[in-house]
């Protein structure tokens, strides 16, 4: 049977634990859309595969030359780039070899180390990273921990979709952010 103690350490600790993920859900849930309110140009972008609008997004940066090259990070490998936005030729006159497809990484902290080797070939000075508003906060934060301080990191955060989508992303991306909380920054 459990003691008082070990009832009083066990809710003590899932308490702490509460807690912790209603502040972090708190810091995630404070990004804005800032795709709908802000002027974003670098000499490249990189976009997170793995959500609606990101990799259009992207494209419309491009189209618009607020940005010179397009990484689009996390790619199915068998994946071509008309595969992946096949909206291409209605975006202007954009060039198939100022859009990189990079294909290892799998992970959001793998896609910031593997954009930063492209990022430095492409001789970038400056970069937006374009993903959603919520997975927004935790894709920043690897990003200036894996690049150098003399390479700027901007951010575009796009809208995900309906707020019952949104409610379960939230829960999810906040575990995923203690965890890399605790790990990898």
Not at 18 to 38: C, D, F, H, N, P
Not at 74 to 80: D, R
Request: hydrophobic share 45%; charged share 20%.
């Amino acid at each position: 049977m459990w003691s008082k103690f070990s009832l009083f350490v066990i809710g003590t600790v899932l308490l702490g634990l509460i807690a912790i993920l209603v502040l972090e859900s708190e810091k995630i849930g404070r990004e804005t859309v800032s795709s709908w309110e802000e002027d974003h140009r670098a000499d490249c972008a990189v976009v997170l595969t793995g959500g609606r609008g990101r990799v259009s997004e992207g494209f419309s940066l491009l189209s618009q030359q607020q940005v010179r090259k397009l990484i689009v990070s996390g790619v199915f490998p068998g994946a071509s780039l008309r595969d992946i936005f096949p909206q291409w030729p209605f975006y202007g006159e954009m060039h198939d070899e100022d859009v990189i497809l990079e294909k290892r990484s799998r992970t959001t902290y793998g896609n910031a180390q593997q954009s930063l080797a492209l990022v430095e070939a492409l001789h970038c000075r400056d970069v937006v990273i374009v993903t959603s508003n919520l997975h927004m906060y935790r894709a920043r934060r690897i990003f200036e921990a894996v690049f150098p301080e003399n390479i700027p990191v901007y951010t575009r955060a796009v809208h995900i979709g309906s707020s019952r989508s949104q409610t379960f992303d939230l829960i999810f991306e906040t575990i995923k952010s203690v965890f890399y909380d605790l790990w990898a920054y």
